[in-house]
């Protein structure tokens, strides 16, 4: 389950770098398929997710190389919380964009944006730090 948590996660990544450059690019429609693609990818790994989380014991960074420990701690720590909030960000921005109110659309995504950036690319760097204790 890590592992394809962390696919989907570099996914949604991908997916929401292309959309920035389509809206910024005014390729409305692209922005659009690619921002539901990476919502799309997002309910995928929340599945996956709590699947992992059902069916797997828990894994915890082990002592020692204290630099890598605090890093990973650090990402944990701001990953966590803002993880939490970005589901009704994602909700509210999309409900905006699909109702067509693109100026309040607009205004809330410059904060959703870059939340679920960092959401979904420290989800992958958190991975690859606690991946060889598998």
């Known amino acids: 389950f890590a592992f394809a948590n962390a696919t989907i996660n570099s996914a949604v990544t991908i997916f929401l770098l292309f959309a920035l450059i ?9 922005h659009r398929n690619l921002m539901l693609g990476a919502m799309i990818l997002s309910v995928l790994f929340l599945m996956s997710y709590i699947c992992h989380h059902l069916f797997t014991d828990p894994t915890s960074y082990p002592p020692g190389n204290d630099t890598a420990r605090t890093i990973y701690y650090i990402l944990l720590a701001t990953h966590i919380p803002l993880a939490g909030l970005i589901l009704p960000l994602i909700l509210f921005t999309a ?3 699909l ?11 410059r904060i959703t944006w870059p939340v679920w950036f960092y959401v979904a690319l420290s989800g992958v760097a958190i991975y690859w730090m606690i991946e060889p204790y598998y």
């Open 22 to 30: 389509a809206v910024k690019q005014k390729k409305y429609i692209v």
């Open 95 to 97: 409900y905006r964009a």
């Open 99 to 109: 109702t067509g109110e693109y100026t309040r659309h607009k205004k809330l995504a």
